[in-house]
């Protein structure tokens, strides 16, 4: 089951602040979180296991509520450099470590 | 810095062609994954290999898709027959348990005419 993301695109002002959410209506074992910038591979922001903790990428940092089974990331004090696409992955068990369901995409456009 | 490598990077054919597309994972990764990515479905797992045995290729139309890894180097997708619907930007990620993540190649850009 693809987990649902929210908004599927946010434009921001360089400085201005951003809440990416992703949902599920399974139990989470873990969430990876994602940015792509067009025409390149997605690359690897941060991953949060099953347990609510919440880590920081620079000005990027992201929770996981098990209770709601929704992760959310923070871009804060955006900069031009965060504009892309970002993914969240799900990881349902930890048999099936590396097997992510992909979210649709949240596109974030930084302007000046 | 180590990376995943993908060949080719862009592809050309016409329906009914076979492609072979291939991918050099992270030296010591024992897993790698095949994606999908189009604008309509977006990131699609096709299939995925641990210590190069096949864990789950549900992703994959098994009718014409095949994924092998014939060594720990080297990971391969082929397409046979071609058709325009399999049109899209085709990754291969790699990752381990240390790394508790995966790192994507640059893709493959895929258009069949």
């Known amino acids: 089951q693809q987990p649902v993301q929210s908004p599927q695109a946010v434009i921001l002002r360089e400085g201005e602040d951003a809440v990416i959410n992703c949902s599920s209506s399974?139990?989470?074992?873990?969430v990876h979180w994602y940015r792509q910038k067009h025409g390149e591979a997605p690359v690897f922001l941060m991953i949060l296991l099953k347990g609510g903790e919440q880590k920081g990428h620079e000005k990027i940092s992201a929770s996981f509520n098990e209770k709601k089974q929704q992760s959310s990331l923070y871009l804060t004090a955006s900069q031009l450099s965060y504009s892309g696409t970002y993914f969240c992955g799900t990881e349902l068990t930890t048999d099936s470590w590396g097997k992510l369901q992909f979210g649709a995409g949240t596109q974030v456009v930084v302007t000046p | 810095d180590a990376r995943v490598t993908q060949t080719p990077r862009d592809k050309v054919t016409e329906m009914g062609q076979e492609v072979t597309m291939r991918c050099q994972p992270i030296?010591?990764?024992?897993?790698v994954f095949w994606y999908r990515q189009t604008m309509m479905q977006g990131l699609e797992l096709l299939a995925y290999f641990r210590n190069r045995a096949p864990l789950d290729d549900s992703g994959m139309p098994k009718d014409r898709f095949s994924a092998e890894m014939p060594d720990a180097t080297l990971a391969t997708l082929k397409i046979q027959p071609s058709e325009p619907r399999d049109s899209a930007v085709y990754f291969c990620?790699?990752?381990?348990?240390?790394?508790?993540?995966?790192?994507f190649g640059p893709g493959t850009r895929l258009t069949v005419l």
């Open positions: 990620a790699s990752g381990s348990l240390v790394t508790d993540t995966q790192y």
């Open positions: 030296l010591g990764h024992n897993t």
């Open positions: 399974k139990a989470l074992y873990s």
